[in-house]
């Protein structure tokens, strides 16, 4: 039986390659992938940064305008998308919640949603919980900076755009991005900026 043995340029130790004991007398191809095809590989990453303001009452989910676009090189790829709100906040008792949506052609696809929501209650993607103002308080300083992560499987090779979107859970109570709520002109007051990231991995 032959091997092929593989030495480092350095360091020690060596990697072979052992065919098996018998292939019933046909042969077998393997056929490694090439630099641009190695599995995992990194092809191309995106970026898109929101940073201006963003306020909405809306109770269904509205585009946030934070979106990056990408065109996958092959369908077996795989697309990583990384989220950051910098900062989100909303009136006393405004619970928002996002969604993530693949964009393709005329058709949205929701991405992450939890599937356990009955009732009145809504599946989102992600949410930012601890906005509620103590009780008259319009929670103008409160805030959060949530983040999410999601590896897509979209199957295509077509321009896909990723965006994010929001919604008040609560009475249509106001909820911003990238500001806090009260928004004073004051030094204690902060503004954020945002991102949405998109990577494509070889599969």
Do not use: W
Request: hydrophobic letters at 35%.
């Amino acid at each position: 039986m032959s091997a092929i043995k593989l030495i480092p340029s350095s360091g020690g130790g060596s990697v072979s390659l052992v065919p098996p004991s018998s292939t019933s007398g046909a042969d077998v191809n393997i056929t490694l992938p090439t630099s641009d095809q190695g599995f995992g590989r990194i092809l191309q990453v995106v970026q898109a940064v929101k940073q201006d303001t963003f306020s909405t009452t809306s109770s269904t989910m509205v585009d946030v305008g934070l979106a990056v676009s990408i065109t996958p090189a092959s369908t077996s790829n795989k697309v990583l998308v990384a989220v950051n709100i910098g900062l989100v906040s909303g009136i006393q008792n405004s619970y928002p919640g996002f969604q993530l949506v693949r964009v393709s052609g005329s058709t949205s696809t929701p991405l992450g949603l939890g599937n356990t929501a009955t009732g009145n209650r809504v599946n989102v993607t992600f949410g930012a919980p601890g906005l509620m103002g103590p009780g008259s308080s319009p929670g103008g300083f409160q805030g959060n900076a949530p983040s999410y992560q999601f590896l897509d499987s979209p199957s295509s090779t077509d321009a896909l755009t990723y965006k994010v979107q929001i919604y008040s859970g609560f009475s249509s109570y106001q909820v911003n991005v990238n500001r806090t709520n009260s928004d004073a002109d004051a030094a204690y007051t902060q503004r954020s900026s945002s991102s949405i990231t998109a990577i494509e991995v070889a599969a």
